[in-house]
Each structure stands twice: as structure tokens, then as C-alpha cells.
Nanobody
Framework: QVQLVESGGGLVQPGGSLRLSCVAS????????IGWFRQAPGKEREGVAY????????DYAEFVKGRFTISRDNAASTVYLQMNNLKPEDTAVYYC??????????????????WGQGTQVTVSS
């Protein structure tokens, strides 16, 4: 079965850390871009970070720069999102998604074609 499965979410206090995983099953990462997105209640889905699996090119949304790190393990078909210094405004459902690794609009959810089911991250004291 071809799918993306996220894990690693949970409840954490402000200033804490979590590491999310996105495992691709039924297909290899190959030449893809993997993006992490999030959606908070009542808000639109927004791009957080992306990485290309062939070159390792990556970038981050301004609101997570310096706090989040995206990485990949192609052999394990897994992409990670290390989230440090978490803030209450980081509370959301986090999704990973895939698209081709070329072009632009890396944070545009419409350019991604396969999505995981999401994992809840809650930052609260």
C-alpha cells in the first residue's frame, strides 16, 4: 500500500521539543520533495519546511527558522522534523506530503500530491 505515515506528535510544554517522522511505505523516496505542513483549528494549512530527497535542498517558513530542522534518511524512506523551543502557536496537526523536486512554490500545498493522515502537536503548559 502506497502511503505516508506521520508519527511523533504529542503534548509538550512551551520550550520543549518533539521529533516528527514521516515514513513512506510502498514507494521509495527517490527523486521527491517532502514537505511538512500544519493546520491549526480555524486556520488554513501552511507550509513549515521542505527537503528534496535527491539533493537535500531544504528551506523553512520564517516562523520556524532557527527552531525546526528537517532531515531525511533515504535508506529508511523517512523524513524527520525536529522541533525545538516549541511555542503555543505551534499547536496544530502536522502533515507530510510529497511532490516533484523541481520548480518553486515549495510551501504551496496545492503543488503536493500525496499526503499523510497527520499527527497532532499540542504545546501547552
Amino acid at each position: 500500500q502506497v502511503q505516508l505515515v506521520e508519527s511523533g506528535g504529542g503534548l509538550v510544554q512551551p520550550g520543549g521539543s518533539l521529533r516528527l517522522s514521516c515514513v513512506a511505505s510502498g514507494f521509495g523516496l527517490g527523486y521527491l520533495a517532502i514537505g511538512w505542513f500544519r493546520q491549526a483549528p480555524g486556520k488554513e494549512r501552511e507550509g513549515v519546511a521542505y527537503i528534496t530527497t535527491n539533493t537535500g535542498r531544504s528551506d523553512y517558513a520564517e516562523f520556524v527558522k532557527g527552531r525546526f530542522t528537517i532531515s531525511r534518511d533515504n535508506a529508511a524512506s523517512t523524513v524527520y522534523l525536529q522541533m525545538n523551543n516549541l511555542k503555543p502557536e505551534d499547536t496544530a496537526v502536522y502533515y507530510c506530503a510529497t511532490r516533484h523536486p523541481y520548480g518553486s512554490n515549495w510551501f504551496d500545498a496545492e503543488t503536493y500530491t500525496r499526503w499523510g493522515q497527520g499527527t497532532q502537536v499540542t504545546v501547552s503548559s
